[in-house]
């Protein structure tokens, strides 16, 4: 048996903050890569394909490997376009957005 690969996405959603027009701030989402994210001190992270929550893995390890993320709900990866899970699916199920997305 194949050892199990794992799943590795090396972009995410960062929440960020943007002015409103009329003033204030509404929070936005915001496609980035996971190292920068990481450099960045963002603090809330989601999957950008369908919005579940995802795990940040790899961020201690030796130098030239990248920081990614993968899906904490297995469920999410049978169903997100990014997921594993369902790139690996044969039985044509097609993507849909996480049932527990972070908001
Ligand atoms: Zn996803």
Redesign the pocket.
């Known amino acids: 048996m194949a050892t199990a690969e794992r799943e590795k996405m090396y972009e995410c959603e960062v929440k960020r903050r943007r002015v409103k027009e009329g003033g204030g701030y509404e929070p936005f989402w915001k496609v980035k890569k996971v190292v920068d994210a990481l450099a960045d001190a963002d603090t809330e992270f989601r999957?950008k394909?369908?919005g579940?929550e995802v795990k940040i893995l790899g961020k201690t390890s030796k130098t030239g490997a990248a920081a990614f993320v993968e899906?904490k709900r297995p469920a999410?990866?049978e169903f997100?376009p990014?997921?594993l899970a369902f790139k690996r699916a044969t039985d044509g199920r097609e993507s849909h957005a996480?049932a527990h997305p972070v908001n």
Do not use: I, L, Q, T
Request: aromatic residues 0%; hydrophobic residues 10%; contains cysteine.
């Open positions: 999957c394909d369908c579940g899906h999410d990866a997100c990014s997921g996480s």
